[in-house]
């Protein structure tokens, strides 16, 4: 069993280049006006537990609802894509490259959480769903690049000894 939850380093090229074409896709996705219409993309029923409110007059449970499937499908790629990418092994991985995963992953912890308080207080109603959907792919973004970036350090230190 693996205590430091790894995948495979070959895992992590074709990752990252998914993190970033999806990433980019769901950026041009929302600049093209989604979620309100934009591009449909991927449309059908789906189950849905809960859709409406939850505690107002409109609260519908379980049922089949018509939906764009795009956002769905686009956060679980990225966010697939983007753990794959942070947690795949370095060809040689020791000790060093686990402390520069941790702090990465520290780093982008804690700007994400100060994102999450900053947005608790200024951000009410619905639009605070969209908000948590930014904070988790910004966390896998400033997590993934802080770590691309100092493993470059890293790497290139090592070269010019």
Known sequence: MNPYFEFPALWKRPAATVFVLSTAAALFWLIAGAPDGGLIWLRGSAPALVYGE?????????????????D??????????????????????????????????????????????????????LAFVNVLYVQTVALLVVFNTQLAWSLRRFYSAQHEE
């Open 54 to 70: 939850p505690f107002g007059p409109a609260y519908d449970g379980p049922a089949w609802v018509a939906n764009n499937y795009t």
């Open 72 to 125: 769905e499908l686009m956060l679980s790629v990225i966010t697939l894509s983007g753990v794959l990418t942070g947690f795949a092994k370095e060809p040689v991985e020791d000790e060093l490259i686990r402390q520069i995963r941790w702090k990465a992953l520290a780093n982008a912890t804690v700007l994400s959480t100060l994102f999450l308080l900053l947005a608790t207080w200024t951000v009410y109603g």
